[in-house]
C-alpha cells in the first residue's frame, strides 16, 4: 500500500481533508468517504493508481485525456470494485471506449446532484457549468463540461 494511502485512510477527517494528486487532480476524504476528482496518475506518479483501494467515487468533469485519464481509471476501478466513476452524460461514450462498463458510471449534467451512502453518511456532490476553454450545449440544452 502506498504512503499517501495510508495518509488518507489514517487522517481522522471530521472536517474534509485535501490532497492534491498532481495536474488537476485532488483525493477529498470526509468521515472516511473518499473521492478522487479528476485523477491524471499516468502522468503524475503521485500514487500507483493500483494501490487506489479506498476510492468512493471518482468524479471526472470532463472526457479529456488529463481529467479522464485512460492509465489511471481502469486500475482504479479495479482496486476499489465498490468505486463508481462519476462523469457528464457526454462523456459517457468515452468513459466505455476505455473500457468501464455503464453500471460503474454514475452520469450526471450541471446544476444536479450526486448522493453517495456510505457506513449511515451522507455525500452530496453538485455539478456546475464550467468552461474548458468555453462553454459546450448538446442539442437538448445541458452543458457538456461541469465542474464540482
Not at 49 to 58: F, R, S, V, Y
Request: aromatic share 8%.
Amino acid at each position: 500500500m502506498s504512503h499517501l494511502i495510508e495518509e488518507m485512510n489514517a487522517t481522522a477527517a471530521t472536517s474534509p481533508s485535501l490532497w492534491w494528486l498532481g495536474h488537476c487532480g485532488f483525493a477529498v476524504n470526509y468521515h472516511g468517504m473518499v473521492f478522487y476528482i479528476d485523477p491524471c496518475l499516468s502522468r503524475t506518479r503521485t500514487l500507483d493508481p493500483t494501490h487506489a483501494t479506498n476510492a468512493d467515487l471518482i468524479l471526472c468533469t470532463h472526457a479529456h485525456a488529463g481529467h479522464m485519464d485512460p492509465g489511471t481509471l481502469p486500475a482504479m476501478l479495479k482496486a476499489s470494485p465498490r468505486a463508481k466513476v462519476v462523469l457528464p452524460k457526454s462523456a459517457a461514450e468515452h468513459a466505455v471506449s476505455m473500457g468501464i462498463p455503464y453500471e460503474r458510471m454514475t452520469t450526471t449534467d450541471s446544476d444536479l446532484r450526486v448522493e453517495y451512502f456510505k457506513d449511515g453518511l451522507y455525500g452530496r456532490v453538485y455539478a456546475v457549468p464550467s468552461a474548458h476553454p468555453e462553454l459546450n450545449w448538446t442539442p437538448i440544452g445541458a452543458i457538456h463540461n461541469w465542474g464540482i
